[in-house]
């Protein structure tokens, strides 16, 4: 996903596959978008619910819950938003257009909701998979709306 504006600070971490870690990723990627002034609440509550429900998938579906292995969550704070990825090098999706369906999951005991939560709160995301080499997940969200794009000094 590629955008074309300044980058003013990101963050790389590398973090085991363990359901405490969902928390870890909301408040580092709520903490990193906070640096901008002009982020609204409203924007930073749905931030927080797109990485977790990203991160949760990697744990829950690429890793199938085994808690020794190791996602990576990129953040890229740029001039009008914020760029997230989430990476796990898991099991991976065979059919990514039916795995985004609201209502789809492979889990009968699930919702079926995760992504169509991380579509309606960002306003970008791209899936990139493949059985067997894992899955990263690439989410953009601006910070404001209409005329006060553009408007992080951070
Ligand atoms: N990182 C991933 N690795 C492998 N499969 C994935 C991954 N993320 C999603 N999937 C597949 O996509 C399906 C849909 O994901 P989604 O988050 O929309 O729903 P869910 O996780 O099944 O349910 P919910 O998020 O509501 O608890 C999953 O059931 C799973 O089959
Ligand atoms: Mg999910």
Excluded: W
């Excluded at 999706?93 to 169509?116: C, H, K, T, V």
């Excluded at 067997?132 to 951070?154: E, H, I, L, P, S």
């Amino acid at each position: 996903m590629n955008r074309d504006k300044l980058k003013m600070n990101s963050v790389m971490m590398t973090m085991q596959s363990k359901a405490v870690n969902v928390g870890l990723a909301r408040s580092m990627v709520a903490a990193l978008a906070s640096q901008c002034d002009a982020v609204t609440v409203n924007a930073l509550e749905e931030l927080k619910v797109a990485v977790s429900e990203a991160v949760s998938n990697a744990i829950i579906h690429g890793y199938e819950n085994q808690e020794d292995k190791q996602l990576i969550l990129r953040a890229d704070l740029l001039e009008d938003g914020i760029l997230i990825a989430v990476e796990d090098e898991g099991v991976g999706i065979a059919n990514i257009a039916q795995a985004m369906e609201p209502s789809y999951s492979q889990d009968p005991e699930r919702m079926g909701l995760g992504f169509a939560f991380m579509q309606s709160f960002t306003d970008r995301l791209e899936v990139e998979s493949a059985p067997g080499r894992g899955t990263t997940v690439r989410m953009f969200k601006y910070f404001c709306q209409g005329d006060q794009k553009n408007a992080c000094q951070a």
